[in-house]
């Protein structure tokens, strides 16, 4: 079946500008979680989903970044004002269900450019 | 979530079994042992997962220590297609995933 996707796959923006990255869950997955990953290091958490409210907030950086996932399904994370530390790529993935067991199936991500 | 620590990299040759080690010290009751891979210019992507006893998948074999305070990923036989960053991640309470640095492995033909 489908699995997670992830739009735009590129995204080149200046700084200052707002951006909208969009993610598709695989159907019927009801955890949705956003990551950022750096150059040369691991994903870091920023948010998780357990159905359309947000469960955990406490990895976005600041208030310039939100997520919302309005109908349960597809999310879109906003970064307002990019500085040029945004710049990174930004994973989404999804799960069955909140557990601590249950894996997580990562999206390709959205590379994030801010000149 | 309790630290992970790994070797930075590793290397193996094609067609021969490859241990990555794990290093989980502060590890609590609860706490579930995950392993993800990322190939390079993906999403990282689930290998196996275990609690206490040693699991099997068509992926890979988890060994547990007895006291839990490390782990082995073993793959059986490397091919350059795992050639890949290794994340050990531990997972309790908390829903999400805490990556580390990973080992990087490099598979030689």
């Known amino acids: 079946g489908a699995g997670v996707s992830q739009t735009p796959s590129n995204k080149v923006t200046e700084k200052g500008k707002y951006v909208e990255l969009r993610c598709d869950p695989i159907?019927?997955?009801?955890?949705l979680y956003w990551y950022r990953q750096s150059l040369g290091q691991g994903p870091e958490f920023l948010i998780y989903?357990?159905?359309?409210?947000?469960?955990?907030d406490s990895g976005l950086p600041n208030d310039r970044f939100f997520a919302v996932r309005p109908e349960g399904s597809v999310s879109t994370l906003k970064i307002q004002r990019t500085e040029r530390g945004d710049s990174a790529v930004y994973l989404c993935?999804?799960?069955?269900?909140?557990?601590?067991?249950?894996?997580?199936?990562f999206g390709p991500g959205t590379r994030l450019t801010v000149l | 979530d309790a630290k992970t620590t790994q070797p930075n990299s590793m290397e193996s040759n094609e067609e021969e079994p490859v241990h990555l080690p794990c290093n989980h010290s502060?590890?609590?009751?609860?706490?579930?042992i995950h392993w993800y891979r990322q190939l390079p210019s993906q999403g990282p992507e689930y290998v196996i997962h275990?609690?206490?006893s040693n699991v099997n998948n068509r992926m890979a074999s988890l060994a547990i220590a007895e006291d839990r305070k490390s782990s082995t990923l073993i793959l059986h036989r490397a091919t350059l297609r795992d050639a890949a960053v290794y994340y050990c991640?531990?997972?309790?309470?908390?829903?999400?995933?805490?990556f580390g640095g990973g080992t990087r492995l490099m598979v030689k033909p």
């Open positions: 993935a999804s799960s069955p269900r909140v557990s601590s067991y249950n894996e997580q199936f």
């Open positions: 159907s019927g997955h009801t955890a």
């Open positions: 989903f357990q159905g359309t409210g947000a469960a955990d």
């Open positions: 502060t590890i609590s009751g609860t706490d579930y």
């Open positions: 275990g609690l206490t």
């Open positions: 991640i531990l997972r309790g309470a908390g829903n999400m995933l805490t």
